[in-house]
């Protein structure tokens, strides 16, 4: 081991909550340190052609004003939210082993090749002739992810996972209304994320339960009984949220295709799968990829994402509009196509993602994204089995890219998942994913991902073992933390008892 | 690779702790057959020089982004956006989290985004706004959704068809699976370009869900909101204002003035590249009073344990995680960063700046309808209108070729989405035009037309 | 005021030393995670074309390797700076009101354009036909600063403020050397910045100290008794490092015309000149302006920066090489001047500051100039009058655009400027320049610039007001800043007593 | 304006304060025939839009930035610079900082500086490395008047007539103003393009004060250093190295390794744009037991009051805020950002990559050089090189300009600065350049040469 990971677990520590809490790090709303006549930005003045906006509009289309609307100096607004920014976790600074969310390594270079003027500054409604580069990269990503998850075809349109698994959902239902069936039930596991049944009641579909079995994963024979000819399909996370392989998915598959029902795979834990298996083998009909996990495109705090979805020859004729086609003139859009959906968004989806994600695609290769998976799945596996005497794992059955952990503290000590996940937060670390799968009391789901040194893992695990013992030598330590963050604990019911969810001048 | 630190040693030695010899033993539980077809046939991977050298070469086919004088707009428009909202965007600890589950390691974000509600909400003159949505299509088609919520026994929307082509496309899509729902398509009047009230009127009846109509429309034409929302409200329904030009916002009669429960809208105006189309910014504002059928993220202003102001995720039992197959929707990553940058921009322009600028849109397209009015071009509507117009040109799309000729994009056709506007153009003019631009605009279509 | 003018004094405090100390903000040293094998590039493999690089040169002329250098991952490498970042204040996101060093607003368009492939491409022998668009910069900048300072030539060649002293003298030398005289004495003010004798002693110039009356300024009659044939020039900063206009520079600059001795301006504090006054029309003979204070180019923690001399006509002959002329071919540089004291560095001088410095003049325009003098002189005046009385100015003439505060707390309680400073830390703001000028005993050298907000400037005056008390009530407190920042109070004495100034294994 | 933050009532509060009712009387004092003069004749200002097109416009003005295959080289080289290296550099927190005066609120910049020393000593093979200069070439400079320092007695630079000109230029300039010092200029052999050893032991006497060699030199030719060192120590005088191509030290031995006492150089290719030849970075490295005259800032670790360890600038008597006209240099503002490049560059390319690079440069410039053998254009000097070598060309210059008509820039013409070496080409190649390019520009050279 080399220095850095021998080194003593180091915490932020800082004084009792009194004093630590009057931290100048707390910065006013941005409304609050503005100031009459104050400006960010000087507009370059009225030509002379004519009247004023305002006046060749006439008062009654404008508005007086835009009262309480920020007043500051671009020198105010930009250390504003610099400061802003350092209360902020990231996964550039922190580790950030979040569950189910892929927190990797996001590259500089890609923000860098979004950014180049020829995509930054093309318009969406630019001539196709225009835009041959733009429209290459489509077509290159779209191949590149076919071959990655050995699907026919690929539509880079859904803004993130839950649009892309709506998009399936709805490519489903109008496949099946073609074939003259209205099959309006869709089965899920019990483990699955919440947006797949979200999107199941978006989609028209009546959403039925399949319990995983106590090993966490799917039993085809359970799949068997519940598949009648009012299943219009199935959604599988695969690997599941446990983490786990499902083994029987291609018996899953069978069945259902026997019965004419679809599989639909939620390929968000994709970081598993890369050169490992593919889900177009697995019998999927439809697989939606999250380019911000598994394709490196950066979370920026929530977004934005894209969820390209990737479809069977059967489904082609569905996907979304408009579809990218090579003409001998060049690429162009074809809005010609009498079974598709239709569209869930403007324009030709989150390009700018597509960009970082081709970007990735590019620097790592076939073998790089083999390599990336099975380095994400020894992560997991080895902090699994490191922790294995105080946080045992919630299933027998191997890991892939993540483990689900359970512990017993709240049993000996009373303290809560939640209270571990803010204690590690004065260690500088970003607590796991918790409470999820809900079929894991306590769950504590862990995703180190292949960027990740085994310094960093190392140091993790020794956290989570001190925290451990701390729990039962210390627990009030627990229950009071996080102290180092800018804020204690948050009162999350004050906010839902009496929602404020704007500033307004009384609030000060 | 260089992304990934594990060198032979952290290999062996983390494999060891697994009781594992070999990486693909940690697969072998993978079906065989699964794992023999799995190879990914791509190129191998490629130095960030190579990368950026091929990826630039595909960026510079694009001579649309450069080489043109461009009245591009038809829903996304051509603005300038100051570096600061750049260096902001770029920070790290923004672009690098996620979505902030944990309060007290996101206040950066949550921070941010509650401004962002507020400006949003300031802008709309409504009560409240969420943390954003995928982009404006999406967010009007959630919001017909978040009306069927608010009135489950009614069935019609009043779709205006001066609505964004995409817009309607998208709510038409969402809508598709719900049953029991009828969209009737209200035309506009041939001559104003705005929705045609009496039309409208006919359709407002008791089963009149809501009404959707653009602000400014498709046409770039100024709707007569307070009009559309006093029918719509007599027949007890829900009115919702769609605006892709979100700067139209800084200048225009805010909805909620005029009486607009739910006022959705693009943010791609504030701050965001045009980047081909996305990423863009949905903004939704409503009631405070329909906040449980609201759609996406909110952040809300609480305390922390020693009273300090804080802010977090709330409401959240609306959403998926919580509320799972009877969520009010299914997003979950949102667009975050972008409603990061338009918070930055905004409060850069404040509250004259975003006023002038608007003014200044607005003037510099009156300016460009004039030079073509004067070279025998004429507005296709009489409405009166923001930064964009619509003009009639013999054999639009032959003009709209020879003005590509002289490195102009002149506009966008409508023919293909409005058949019965056979020569019309959508011409846009923000601040990035400059006045010499518009007489060349004039000559080149005036030639083609003749 | 404003809510946040309003709002209480906010400061940072922490635990007892013990905990706080222990701050996860510490970051090994690059080399102490580094870990064999790793890397954070990959190259391109070897063409084929023949032997490898070290076979080619053979194993006599190339090392074995680069024992002890770093192995991380791009983000690993990543990350550690980020983190290190974290531990620094800078003017974007504290108030750093350093005296004589302008900390104002460093525009962040000014960096973009220094980065268009243009200019950040462009190699500095490309063919001048090639590069016009950069002469033309070159041109127009050169311009302007001679319009702002009202002399008639402009080098960019300096790379610093210190190098345009060396560059002035060396050519104050060979003017009087062409003119068949060897003046070998230069008079400096006893308030000047050290390198102004440091350059003096680097152009073989011997100093003689100029005494400043009581009043803070340098009276004519002085220097009349100082200057003789011997004295090739004086140096003088204006406004000088007390803050103070030197009202008789007119006189000062005949006196020494009229005896053949020249004047040279430190334009370091420009910035209170903006159209106020033109060091040309002071009499100045040779000015150096330093672009990284009054033109804005960000500090950089210590650079780059870049210090262009203006001259008048008969000094311009003497200017270091190369000249940008201009021809009908349009603009080139004159490598022919016989008279040139030659060069300094290589090439065309630190381009990239000039284009930073261009922009921002462009920004502010002579009016917005004019206007950035006045905003900062006001804010100087502003905080010397409001901290008056615990902090009374080491002088009773007007201030320009900075002050210097003296403070009688090492005699009432024995807390010395140093530890002011150091407690300033705690919040969140940088100390100013302290203990220069040197005349000034225990000085606080006080510099708002004009981006800085009257909120800004309240906050800092209520905390130094705060300071002056608690200095009074709780002096320990003082002695123990800073608490907040990441290490408490660095050992200079140890460092420069067993200087440790590199990393090695052995030391870890 | 919006770089100020003042509004109207914050000017006239704040005069209040002061006892003024107008700005310009707090200038009341300043003599009025000055300020009378003192209105600055330049444009109004422009808004961030305005400027960024104009400037972007004279950034277009460059073709030879972009659109030609470049081999030139001539101190400054053509590397690529990984993204993470502007991403650390972009940092606000390092990029608005000041020199580290407060070590407690610069532990960022201290801790980076010191990581650089480190790292110039490991690449040079010394003991101890400043925290960097301005360029090369002034690098160089210092590094003569510090060895000055340690001998004072002594009068001789010896200075190889192969270091390039621009620094012996410089070398000059710094030692113009001393008086006693005599530069002595060191012929190359005609037949290697290295410093004539048998010269250089001509002039090793006991006046020698130290021997300045490039290495590699200006033609790109490795000097035989250690031969130089010995030469030079045997007359007890001090040896510098000068290095422009900082990468050749990723494969060459280190300067300290053969006898080298003093080794400074240029770091602009660690991860410096090339930005028309600035901001650049000087390196200098050399003995502890000369550090009391080593010239510019040192940052050394220590502890703070609870022991943790620390970084701070130390050895600060040396400087001259603190001896003023007895300093060691005059030097205050460095090149500290340019510096932070440099360590990151050089932590990314780590131990291996560096190398591998360094070798790749190796290989393509003697790929360069055999295809221009081949096409019967021949090497001037036959000593061994790293990625630059001169080659002669009939009417050099003529040569040049016919390669530019076929976009390429074949080198940099030495007849200027070597009349003796008329017909004579600096030819530079590096990963940058691409093995296809080779065959064009022997075709263009061999053209011009018939
Ligand atoms: C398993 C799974 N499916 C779907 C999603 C939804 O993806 P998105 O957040 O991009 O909408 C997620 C994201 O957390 C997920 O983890
Ligand atoms: C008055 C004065 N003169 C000269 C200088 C030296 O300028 P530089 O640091 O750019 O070499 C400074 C910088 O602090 C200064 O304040």
């Not at chain 1, 004419?260 to 697995?282: F, Q, R, S, T």
């Not at chain 1, 239709?342 to 073998?367: C, E, K, P, Q, T």
Request: with cysteine; net charge negative.
């Amino acid at each position: 081991m080399t220095a850095a990971s021998k080194s003593p677990i180091i915490e932020i520590k800082q004084a009792p909550a009194e004093s630590s809490r009057q931290s100048a790090q707390s910065v006013p709303l941005i409304f609050e340190h503005s100031s009459t006549g104050r400006h960010g930005v000087d507009i370059a003045v009225h030509t002379g052609s004519g009247a004023r906006g305002a006046d060749i509009l006439g008062a009654e289309l404008c508005r007086a004003d835009l009262p309480e609307f920020p007043e500051l100096s671009e020198p105010d607004v930009l250390r504003h939210f610099l400061r802003l920014s350092q209360l902020n976790f990231g996964q550039a600074l922190q580790f950030y082993p979040l569950g189910s969310c892929t927190m990797k390594y996001n590259p500089v270079v890609n923000d860098e090749m979004a950014a180049l003027p020829g995509f930054a500054r093309l318009h969406p409604a630019t001539p196709a002739h225009l835009a041959q580069g733009a429209l290459e990269l489509i077509a290159r990503m779209e191949a590149a992810l076919a071959e990655i998850t050995g699907m026919d075809s690929v539509s880079l349109h859904p803004a993130a996972g839950a649009q892309g698994e709506l998009t399936g959902l709805l490519m489903i239902r109008a496949y099946h209304r073609k074939a003259g069936a209205a099959r309006h039930k869709v089965i899920i596991p019990d483990t699955a994320h919440g947006t797949n049944p979200a999107s199941c009641t978006h989609a028209g579909f009546e959403v039925v339960v399949a319990k995983s079995n106590r090993r966490g994963f799917l039993d085809a024979n359970e799949i068997r009984h519940l598949v009648d000819e009012d299943v219009a399909a199935m959604m599988v996370t695969n690997p599941n949220t446990m983490g786990v392989f499902e083994p029987e998915i291609q018996e899953i598959a069978a069945i259902l295709h026997e019965r004419g029902a679809l599989l639909y795979i939620d390929g968000a834990n994709m970081n598993a799968l890369l050169g490992v298996a593919k889900p177009g083998h697995m019998g999927a009909d439809i697989v939606q990829l999250n380019l911000h996990k598994t394709f490196s495109t950066p979370h920026g705090g929530g977004g934005p994402g894209a969820g390209p979805v990737a479809v069977k020859k059967p489904l082609e004729p569905f996907l979304p509009m408009p579809r990218l086609m090579r003409t001998e003139a060049g690429y162009a859009f074809d809005e010609d196509r009498p079974d598709s959906i239709g569209r869930l968004r403007s324009f030709h989806g989150n390009f700018g993602m597509v960009v970082r994600g081709y970007a990735y695609i590019l620097a790592l290769g076939g073998d790089g994204l083999a390599m990336a998976s099975r380095l994400a799945i020894l992560g997991a596996n080895y902090i699994r089995k490191r922790l294995e005497g105080h946080f045992p794992s919630a299933t027998s059955e191997p890991s892939m890219h993540e483990c689900v952990l359970s512990h017993d503290l709240e049993k000996l000590a009373h303290i809560s998942t939640l209270e571990i996940a803010k204690r590690l937060l004065d260690f500088g670390i970003h607590p796991p994913t918790i409470y999820f799968p809900l079929v894991v009391p306590g769950a504590l789901m862990i995703e180190p991902t292949e960027t990740e040194s085994r310094e960093t893992l190392d140091r993790f695990i020794e956290t989570m073992d001190r925290i451990y013992s701390e729990a039962l030598s210390d627990p009030e330590r627990i229950r009071n933390a996080p102290q180092s963050t800018p804020v204690s604990r948050v009162d999350e019911v004050e906010a839902a008892r009496r929602p404020i969810l704007r500033w307004t001048r009384s609030k000060i | 690779m260089r992304y990934m630190p594990q060198t032979e040693a952290d290999i062996a030695a983390m494999l060891a702790v697994t009781g594992k010899h070999h990486l693909d033993d940690l697969i072998a539980h993978v079906p065989a057959n699964l794992r023999k077809t799995a190879a990914i046939n791509l190129d191998p991977g490629r130095t960030e020089e190579a990368l950026t050298v091929e990826i630039s070469s595909l960026a510079a086919c694009n001579a649309g982004a450069s080489s043109y004088t461009s009245f591009l707009g038809a829903g996304y428009y051509r603005h300038f956006i100051p570096a600061a909202v750049r260096a902001v965007t770029a920070r790290a600890e923004f672009a690098t989290s996620y979505t902030p589950y944990q309060a007290e390691a996101s206040q950066g974000t949550t921070q941010a985004i509650f401004e962002f509600q507020t400006l949003i909400a300031q802008l709309t003159g409504l009560e409240v706004a969420n943390a954003g949505m995928y982009d404006g299509a999406s967010a009007a088609a959630e919001a017909v959704l978040m009306a069927r919520r608010l009135l489950p026994k009614r069935s019609v929307v009043a779709l205006s068809r001066a609505v964004w082509p995409d817009y309607r496309a998208t709510i038409r899509t969402y809508l598709s699976a719900l049953d029991g729902i009828e969209i009737v398509e209200v035309p506009f009047d041939d001559k104003t370009g705005a929705t045609d009230i009496g039309a409208l009127s006919k359709i407002a009846g008791d089963r009149l869900l809501c009404t959707v109509a653009g602000y400014p429309n498709a046409f770039g034409v100024i709707e007569p909101l307070g009009t559309i929302s006093d029918i719509t409200r007599r027949a007890g329904a829900i009115t919702i204002s769609v605006t892709a030009e979100g700067l139209a916002l800084g200048l225009l009669r805010a909805p909620g003035e005029l009486g607009v429960d739910i006022a959705v809208g693009e943010g791609q105006s504030f701050g965001l590249p045009l980047q081909f189309g996305g990423p863009g910014l949905g903004f939704m504002a409503g009631r405070m009073a329909h906040i449980r059928q609201m759609p996406g993220r909110l952040i809300g202003q609480t305390r922390d344990r020693d009273g300090r102001r804080a802010f977090t995720l709330t409401l959240a039992t609306r959403e998926q995680h919580i509320r799972r197959e009877r969520a009010t929707s299914n997003i979950c990553t949102n667009h975050s960063l972008c409603a990061l940058a338009a918070t930055v921009y905004l409060s850069l322009m404040g509250r004259h700046g975003l006023r002038e600028l608007a003014e200044r849109n607005v003037e510099l397209a009156h300016q460009a309808a004039a030079t073509l009015e004067s070279a025998g071009i004429h507005r296709r509507f009489s409405g009166p209108f923001f930064n964009e117009f619509v003009v009639n040109v013999q054999n639009g799309t032959a003009a709209i070729d020879a003005a590509e000729r002289r490195q102009i994009l002149a506009g966008v056709a409508l023919n293909h989405d409005y058949p019965e506007l056979k020569d019309a153009i959508a011409v846009a003019v923000t601040e990035m035009n400059h006045p010499e631009e518009f007489p060349r605009l004039a000559a080149a279509l005036a030639e083609a037309a003749r």
